[in-house]
């Protein structure tokens, strides 16, 4: 079974405190890697995706990372309303009829404050 | 409306009582999956549609639980008998094409068997 691990499960960070969260997969052949973020009692919500190792994308103080067998999530300076679960998903090459399938990690809870 | 919808949000059965639960993609988009969200847990794959092919039901947990697409929209997730252990959040999520890049999610419903 493939497997998205994410780290740590929880951090805390001080306002203006960079930090970084990791999400290392085990898929054979990696179609996207994504990032979403969730809110408490929302469905996650789309950040980026991510396709091939040396890729980065940016959005605001955000900026995910990729080499091949992990994923790095960059937050720089955050806010308090960077807090949220930030979850990491791979889509796989080699699944047949389940080429959509998203296979996702547990989370790191992130607390920002002030 | 723009987003995918859930119905209802909240639901608290009794154990072995049946339950539906529907989701409204957004027009147009031709994957819609189902994942659930138990605490602690990642997402886990239920079931996935794509256009007018056989859906993949290999996440379904057991022959308690199904689902349906009508006319490419709308689907209903059903369970039958609940029991304790089918409490989660149920979300589901749709895409134009089944790449994740697309993935749009519902807030989900939040499935309580007492």
Known sequence: ?114 | GAGVSQSPSNKVTEKGKDVELRCDPISGHTALYWYRQSLGQGLEFLIYFQGNSAPDKSGLPSDRFSAERTGGSVSTLTIQRTQQEDSAVYLCASSPDGVGYGYTFGSGTRLTVV
């Open chain 1, 1 to 114: 079974e493939d497997q998205v691990t994410q780290s740590p499960e929880a951090l805390r960070l001080q306002e203006g405190e960079s930090s970084s969260l990791n999400c290392s997969y085990t898929v054979s052949g990696l179609r996207g890697l994504f990032w979403y973020r969730q809110d408490p009692g929302k469905g996650p919500e789309f950040l980026f995706t991510l396709y091939s190792a040396g890729e980065e994308k940016e959005k605001e103080r955000l900026k995910a990372t990729l080499t091949k067998k992990e994923s790095f999530l960059h937050i720089t300076a955050p806010k308090p309303e960077d807090s949220a679960t930030y979850l990491c998903a791979v889509q796989a090459t080699d699944r047949g009829s389940t080429l959509g399938r998203l296979y996702f990690g547990r989370g790191t809870q992130l607390t920002v404050w002030p």
